[in-house]
């Protein structure tokens, strides 16, 4: 069987059974590579001085690792730079704090080509390549400078921006360009699938096919939308692991007769955490007699920490959360616990478990396994309530969730005092749908549909206008 090359910015596969604080990407790559063996390649982590390529392979969790290390400049350009200051913002929809330095531009070419020349030697000539997220979209154009023929696919992780906020940066047309060297592109949702299929066919004039085959710049490839899924039947069992049952009693009894909501995200703006404290300080505002009978646990681990909107948001956070909590604190009751560091897996299950709330309220997500996560640590006997952005891609597959727009204060609050008072009957309702889609949705649905949809590319070079019976249309 041919193997799975994956190739994501970072590697850190979980270390131990369970536990490690690891992010919702390096869990489902690391189910994906169980399953087929082969490698998974990127940065270590570590800066060296200079560039040397030198690969280190590990065995970690079941899984073979190749890792290189960066230097400062790379580190400072690429992920810092044009990863986390340009393409994420401007992914979410932030445009106020999008970077164009070009200095950023040449550091992402230049990190994607010492990928590119680093890995090559790893990949086998039958190898499938998968290549994730916004870091390395110039990835397979490099491999296939350097004659690599395999199939290869991309998996974006993050949301496709509309086309007008696409436009604004300055290397757009290059960026969507080098998509095309793929043999499969994949978004989480049909709404990114949509704005990228829009930019195709208005901005790069190209056209895009019912089958899932878009053209454009003279180049071919398929395009799809893999809802990303969770290591769902693992993640229930983690909230009835010993560790799991020990968490879930730690926190009933912290509780005292209250009722727990719960939010757990990276320490990141596009998670909106400042617009949920602001929509719960609103619900104390509105219900004055709900006041110290329900608190907000809020996990935020520390996240990009070297970049300034990083610091910003960490700085803001803790000035709302003390605002409010002078504001409404009593003796013996806190309105926000306010926890900045992280929990093992099995940990966050059994909190999830314990709250009666779980409140998802990014401003902008391309999936946000944290949604799936609560909803598959519940107990069906008595399931809590999921509210959920309508701008988190999980959004399209979870409806029976109290679905709210972030930016309304008025709608959180309200979705929050209708979760408190809802019947057991209505939370049963609404909680099974939302766990059969976590259970059949799951991690390996989502590989599977990727490496079919990818094995069943056939590469073309470039499209032969006369001979090609492919039917293509423009996008409406
Ligand atoms: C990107 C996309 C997409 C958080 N705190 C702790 C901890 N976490 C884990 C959560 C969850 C993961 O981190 C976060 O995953 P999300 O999906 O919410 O978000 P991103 O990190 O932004 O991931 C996102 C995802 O890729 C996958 O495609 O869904 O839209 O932005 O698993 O549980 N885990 C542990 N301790 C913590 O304290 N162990």
Known sequence: MSRLIVISNRVNPPVEEGGGAVGGLAMALAAALREYSGVWFGWSGQTAEGYTGQIAIQRVGGVTVATVDLDEQDRQEYYNGYANKTLWPLFHYRIDLTAYERSFDEGYARVNRRFAETVRPLIEPDDFVWVHDYHLIPLARELR????????????????PARRLLTTLPKHRELVEALFAYDLV????????????????????????????AEAFGLRTRIGAFPIGLDADH???????????????????????????????????????????????QFLIDNPDEREKVFLLQIATPSRDEVEAYQDIRARLDAVAGRINGAFATVDWVPIRYVNRTYRRDELAGIYRAARIGLVTPLRDGMNLV???????????????????????????LPEALVVNPFSREDVSEAIRKGLAMSREERISRWTPLMHNVMTQDVAAWRDDFVAALRATERPAAPDPVNDQTPIASAS
Request: charge should be negative; hydrophobic fraction near 45%; proline fraction near 3%.
């Open 371 to 397: 949604a799936k996560e609560y909803v598959a640590a519940q107990d069906p006997d008595d399931p809590g309530v999921l509210i959920l952005s309508k701008f988190a891609g999980a959004a399209a597959q």
């Open 145 to 160: 400078k350097l004659g690599m023929k395999n199939r290869i696919g991309f998996f974006l992780h993050i949301p496709w």
């Open 186 to 213: 994949g978004f989480q949702t049909e709404d990114s699938l949509t704005a990228f299929e829009d930019y195709v066919v208005k901005e790069a004039g190209g056209a895009v096919g019912a089958e899932g085959a």
């Open 235 to 281: 993640f229930a069992r983690a909230a009835q692991s010993p560790e799991g049952r020990a968490q879930f009693a730690r926190m009933q009894e912290s509780l005292a007769g209250r009722q727990m909501m719960v939010g757990v995200d990276r320490l990141d703006y596009s998670k909106g955490l400042e617009e949920r404290f602001l929509a719960y300080e």
